[in-house]
């Protein structure tokens, strides 16, 4: 047989491919989180009064929490699929590393959840009435924010993927994980919404980031392999 | 290959070898848990007490050697139904550490999914989509198949074909456990394990 052999990164590069090309395909599950966002921020202003300044006050926390919400609400499916259509057991039986077959996983539920909020945060900043200089803070910190969330997102997913009602319990294993993000990354764009200097707090996701990367697969792969035992 | 295996509360002990060349049927009643030995000996499961061997030493140990030289084809497919059953067999493949791509259309062809490698999955019918799990024994040169009912859903054209595939494989030397209902017609001696319920108290 003239088969090539592939290297680790490519062997994650695949699984990471074929996961945006299925959410690409079915819109309707990416498209998802967004909706949820963009519904919630648009809720707000009709909730609190359209009061400019009362809504700048408010917008930081708003964005934050509900692109937090948003992750969460995602995560319940990361290994859903995969754990009904027996992909996830073609996984454990194959000599792929599982930890890096998590790692691939989470950093692919990223791409088609995390990074769109990101990229859609500007938008409803802009709805809420973020002053536009805080509006790269917020995308930044949402990046490197929902990174974290998405990697211990992952732990939940992979704990309760063998219930079949798991949402409520994956809410309560990774809520007080996601808090320490929640409070950096809103603070982070506090801080530049009131003209002060935010690299600090950027500095502490990226270093929530650095501490998750490595250590959240271990937990993931470790998690999948008891969910499926059965 | 050596497989001894005690699990009380499904089925009575057992203990039986699979060897090159071997087709070993597992046999028994729905609930005597042939699965769950299939998913036991596949590593899925470590919920059984006694010893599962490879080459003469204990599983566990050697996983990763045992990932790479066996196949494991469960009761769910494992495809995806937004891809195509080429994106599935390469991404599968890929798992093992394969680049296909060269190899993937003649795996498809033979398994009769020739015309059907770009459609999505979803479009297939549940017989299509099994031949489609199937086309993986084309792909990867493992030396042991564990098959679970592979020949659900699969037509009666299809029946005589994976029989003579499955003694293929054991005639190049290879080895498959398999569970079904299906009365096996094969060129090659059938070995058949059967599962008894456990009668003794536990």
Same mark, same amino acid.
């Given at each position: 047989?003239?088969?090539?052999?592939?290297?680790?990164?490519?062997?994650?590069?695949?699984?990471?491919?074929?996961?945006?090309?299925?959410?690409?395909?079915?819109?309707?599950?990416?498209?998802?989180?967004?909706?949820?966002?963009?519904?919630?921020?648009?809720?707000?202003?009709?909730?609190?009064?359209?009061?400019?300044?009362?809504?700048?006050? =408010?917008?930081?926390?708003?964005?934050?929490?509900?692109?937090?919400?948003?992750?969460?609400?995602?995560?319940?499916?990361?290994?859903?699929?995969?754990?009904?259509?027996?992909?996830?057991?073609?996984?454990?039986?194959?000599?792929?590393?599982?930890?890096?077959?998590?790692?691939?996983?989470?950093?692919?539920?990223?791409?088609?959840?995390? =990074?769109?909020?990101?990229?859609?945060?500007?938008?409803?900043?802009?709805?809420?009435?973020?002053?536009?200089?805080?509006?790269?803070?917020?995308?930044?910190?949402?990046?490197?924010?929902?990174?974290? =969330?998405?990697?211990?997102?992952?732990?939940?997913?992979?704990?309760?993927?063998?219930?079949?009602?798991?949402?409520?319990?994956?809410? =309560?294993?990774?809520?007080?994980?996601?808090?320490?993000?929640?409070?950096?990354?809103?603070?982070?764009?506090?801080?530049?919404?009131?003209?002060?200097?935010?690299?600090?707090?950027?500095?502490?996701?990226?270093?929530?980031?650095?501490?998750?990367?490595?250590?959240?697969?271990?937990?993931?792969?470790?998690?999948?392999?008891?969910?499926?035992?059965? | 290959?050596?497989?001894?295996?005690?699990?009380?509360?499904?089925?009575?002990?057992?203990?039986?070898?699979?060897?090159?060349?071997?087709?070993?049927?597992?046999?028994?009643?729905?609930?005597?848990?042939?699965?769950?030995?299939?998913?036991?000996?596949?590593?899925?499961?470590? #919920?059984?007490?006694?010893?599962?061997?490879?080459?003469?030493?204990?599983?566990?140990? #050697?996983?990763?050697?045992?990932?790479?030289?066996?196949?494991?084809?469960?009761?769910?497919?494992?495809?995806?139904?937004?891809?195509?059953?080429?994106?599935?067999?390469?991404?599968?493949?890929?798992?093992?550490?394969?680049?296909?791509?060269?190899?993937?259309?003649?795996?498809?062809?033979?398994?009769?999914?020739?015309?059907?490698?770009?459609?999505?999955?979803?479009?297939?019918?549940?017989?299509?989509?099994? #031949?489609?799990?199937?086309?993986?024994?084309?792909?990867?040169?493992?030396?042991?198949?564990?098959?679970?009912?592979?020949?659900?859903?699969?037509?009666?054209?299809?029946?005589?074909?994976?029989?003579?595939?499955?003694?293929?494989?054991?005639?190049?030397?290879?080895?498959?456990?398999?569970?079904?209902?299906?009365?096996?017609?094969?060129?090659?001696?059938?070995?058949?394990?059967?599962?008894?319920?456990?009668?003794?108290?536990?």
């Amino acid at each position: 047989m003239s088969e090539r052999q592939l290297s680790a990164p490519a062997v994650m590069g695949r699984l990471i491919r074929r996961d945006v090309a299925i959410a690409l395909r079915r819109r309707v599950e990416l498209a998802n989180p967004l909706l949820f966002f963009l519904m919630v921020c648009t809720l707000f202003p009709l909730g609190v009064g359209p009061e400019p300044a009362q809504l700048a006050v =408010l917008a930081p926390g708003v964005l934050w929490v509900v692109a937090l919400l948003a992750c969460l609400l995602a995560s319940d499916g990361l290994f859903r699929a995969d754990f009904d259509d027996g992909s996830l057991e073609q996984m454990l039986v194959s000599p792929a590393s599982m930890y890096l077959l998590a790692l691939a996983k989470s950093a692919a539920h990223w791409l088609v959840t995390g =990074l769109p909020l990101a990229l859609l945060a500007p938008l409803l900043a802009l709805l809420l009435q973020l002053p536009t200089h805080a509006v790269g803070a917020l995308v930044m910190s949402l990046a490197l924010g929902t990174a974290v =969330l998405s990697l211990i997102g992952a732990i939940g997913a992979a704990l309760t993927v063998g219930l079949r009602r798991g949402g409520l319990l994956l809410s =309560l294993i990774v809520l007080p994980l996601y808090v320490p993000v929640l409070i950096f990354g809103a603070s982070a764009v506090q801080a530049a919404a009131e003209g002060f200097d935010y690299s600090g707090q950027l500095a502490i996701l990226g270093a929530l980031l650095a501490i998750a990367l490595p250590l959240t697969p271990l937990a993931v792969a470790a998690s999948l392999r008891i969910s499926t035992d059965n | 290959m050596y497989c001894e295996r005690d699990d009380a509360p499904l089925f009575a002990p057992l203990s039986f070898t699979v060897e090159a060349g071997a087709l070993v049927q597992l046999e028994g009643a729905n609930g005597i848990g042939k699965t769950s030995l299939l998913r036991c000996v596949g590593g899925l499961s470590s #919920r059984f007490h006694g010893e599962l061997l490879w080459c003469g030493e204990p599983l566990a140990r #050697r996983r990763t050697e045992f990932a790479a030289a066996s196949l494991f084809l469960g009761h769910a497919a494992g495809l995806k139904a937004a891809l195509s059953p080429r994106e599935n067999l390469l991404w599968w493949a890929s798992l093992r550490g394969l680049d296909v791509a060269a190899e993937a259309d003649a795996a498809l062809a033979k398994v009769g999914l020739a015309g059907y490698e770009y459609s999505p999955c979803y479009q297939l019918s549940a017989g299509q989509q099994r #031949r489609a799990a199937l086309a993986r024994l084309f792909v990867a040169a493992a030396w042991l198949w564990i098959l679970d009912e592979p020949f659900t859903a699969i037509d009666r054209q299809g029946v005589v074909e994976l029989e003579a595939w499955l003694a293929a494989h054991a005639d190049a030397g290879g080895a498959v456990l398999l569970t079904t209902h299906q009365p096996l017609s094969m060129a090659r001696p059938l070995r058949k394990v059967t599962l008894q319920a456990d009668v003794r108290d536990v």
